[in-house]
């Protein structure tokens, strides 16, 4: 009977440290990129986004809705899609980070004729897990597809987010060649909700009631010796 009781407080404890918990790697991280592309306006180009998993990292997916600019998206015949990437920039784009494929890349790309601004919303999701991390990486190139623009890093990238084993995203952004930082990019996720003060009482009064238990049969047991 004790070892039962002592199991009950365990497994009510751990119930209750699981409801205070923070959420953080349960729910999708969603981040909002913009780029200031002024430089760029009336040039043609392209806009290109990948998600690659390293040997290791959980199944996880980016799926990137939102799109946004006063310039102009080239037509589906100018969309390249490569490895685990589908969808249109103009309605949703997904692209997940399993193992790389021949091509070497889990890679979205589609011609534009820049404005003023590129803006669009990026979720990661899915089972995090794993031993290693995935990124996910926001470039621009020339009309040649090749010349990188606004951003000095040797990979391309404007922007970058690390999606570590534990959920947590560590975004990055890289300035141009005039050291400028043309890309910004915010966290919409939020911080890991706080519990209600009413689930504090209840979980509060769930353990006490349970002490009030264990005291009684402590109780019972002296008084039958």
């Given amino acids: 009977m004790l070892r039962t009781t002592r199991n009950v407080i365990l497994w009510a404890t751990c119930f209750a440290l699981t409801l205070l918990a923070p959420a953080g790697a349960r729910a999708s991280s969603v981040f909002l990129i913009e780029t200031n592309t002024s430089s760029l306006a009336g040039l043609s180009g392209y806009i290109d986004l990948q998600y690659e998993g390293n040997a290791g990292a ?126 910004t990019v915010t966290n919409e996720s939020g911080p890991s909700p706080v519990p209600e003060p009413s689930s504090f009482f209840a979980v509060g009064a769930g353990l006490a009631l349970l002490a009030g238990a264990v005291r009684s049969r402590f109780s019972c047991l002296a008084q039958n010796r």
């Avoid at 490895?83 to 692209?95: F, R, W």
């Avoid at 091509?103 to 995090?128: H, K, R, W």
């Avoid at 999606?163 to 930082?181: K, M």
């Fill in 58 to 183: 959980g199944a996880s997916t980016a799926t990137i809705t939102g799109f946004s600019t006063n310039g102009s998206l080239g037509g589906p015949a100018t969309i390249s899609l490569m490895g685990d990437a589908s969808g249109n920039l103009a309605s949703t784009v997904t692209i997940l980070n399993g193992a790389l494929n021949s091509s070497g890349y889990n890679d979205y790309n589609q011609a534009i004729t820049f404005g003023m601004f590129t803006a669009f919303e990026v979720a990661l999701s899915g089972p995090v897990g794993g031993t290693a991390n995935s990124g996910f990486a926001l470039s621009f190139y020339a009309s040649d597809d090749m010349t990188n623009w606004l951003s000095t890093d040797p990979s391309g990238a404007s922007a970058a987010l690390t999606v570590e084993p534990d959920g947590t995203v560590l975004p990055v952004t890289y300035a141009d060649d005039g050291g400028d930082y043309d890309t």
